[in-house]
């Protein structure tokens, strides 16, 4: 494993904890795909925690998100114009909420009101 990866996690985890928000922060200033932080916080036995779609890592809850309270139709076109396989991939979803204007959080929640699962973390937590 690479020593300088290592030390950039090592050095941002609380509790045996890592972000996802440091861990794309690590990955973009190290110049290495999201998906090798991933790894390696997996081989040092760190959690990835605080998903920014909100699926996993908050305590005992685990998730955060919740459906939407009403999903404009732009919005959905969005989403199911980046779904493969029936599934809105992580990467996706985040270009939707940047190309939209809005928080990642809230594709999620639209993608949880349309009953749409979002796949393939960018982290490799699933």
Do not use: H
């Not at 290592?6 to 795909?33: D, H, M, P, Y």
């Not at 999201?34 to 036995?45: E, K």
């Amino acid at each position: 494993m690479d020593e300088e990866l290592s030390t950039a996690i090592l050095e941002r985890v609380v509790e045996n904890r890592l972000s996802c928000a440091e861990a794309f922060r690590i990955a973009e200033r190290l110049g290495v795909a999201p998906l090798a932080v991933g790894q390696a916080a997996d081989a040092l036995n760190v959690r990835l925690s605080r998903c920014q779609l909100g699926l996993f890592g908050y305590g005992e809850k685990k998730r955060i998100v919740a459906p939407a309270d009403a999903v404009t139709s732009e919005l959905e076109q969005a989403i199911r114009g980046g779904m493969i396989l029936e599934r809105l991939p992580c990467v996706d979803a985040w270009a939707v909420a940047a190309r939209s204007g809005i928080a990642r959080l809230e594709v999620a929640y639209a993608a949880e009101t349309l009953g749409i699962s979002i796949s393939e973390c960018q982290l490799g937590a699933f």
